[in-house]
């Protein structure tokens, strides 16, 4: 699904295991929001987790139409100054992986 990385888990600021996609020095986390839902409520947790995750890049992928008015504008807003880069679909995330050979 995503260039050169393969499905793993990331250890979460809770201890407990996030799906995820790793690489040799990348990892990436890919959530979906089709439908109004509580996955948008996981963000900061999320962010909080792979801002502390021991890798050189760091990539969230958010998809979908049912993300909650202001979720998306936060993470975008708190992710201005972190090293943490964020796209909008898998395509994007791929040619990032691609061009920097991640």
């Known amino acids: 699904m995503f ?3 393969n499905k793993s888990n990331l250890t979460s600021i809770y201890n407990t295991r996030i799906k995820c996609f790793k690489g040799t020095d990348t990892v990436l986390v890919h959530k979906v929001q089709n439908v109004s839902g509580t996955v948008d409520e996981k963000l900061p947790y999320l962010f909080h987790s792979l801002a502390n995750a021991p890798y050189s890049h760091k990539l969230l992928v958010l998809e979908g139409e049912g993300w909650r008015e ?18 909008f679909s898998v395509e994007e995330a791929n040619r990032y992986l691609e061009d920097n050979n991640a």
């Open 3 to 5: 260039y050169k990385l």
């Open 70 to 87: 202001g979720a998306l504008d936060w993470i975008e807003n708190i992710l201005i100054m972190s090293p943490i880069k964020l796209f």
